[in-house]
């Protein structure tokens, strides 16, 4: 099964290497999307692959590099769009 999911991660989580985190474990997983940095200080991720993977990446959201502090994470159902990558976009 697949699944498609998009965060919003609030706390202590720009300029901590969080995006990075965010990509390395996504292609350790083979989870495809993108990670982005918000203007209000949030970081948003669109996730998508085996609903398994997809989870084990929700659970390395809430958690977070060494240096981040997760106060809270936003999660929303999307719709699969069979991308194939995952890419750390910039403003």
């Known amino acids: 099964m697949k699944k498609s ?7 202590t989580v720009q300029g901590v290497f969080f995006r990075r985190f965010i990509k390395e474990n996504a292609e350790k997983l083979d989870v495809k999307g993108f990670t982005r ?4 200080g949030r970081i948003e991720v669109f996730l998508e692959g085996n609903i398994d993977e997809v989870k084990k990446m929700i659970e390395l959201c809430k958690k977070g590099p060494k240096h981040s502090q997760i106060r809270k994470v936003e999660e929303k ?15």
Do not use: P
């Open 5 to 11: 999911v998009r965060l919003y991660i609030d706390g």
């Open 37 to 40: 940095n918000l203007e209000d």
């Open 77 to 91: 159902a999307e719709r699969f769009q069979d991308l194939k990558n995952f890419k750390v976009l910039h403003f």
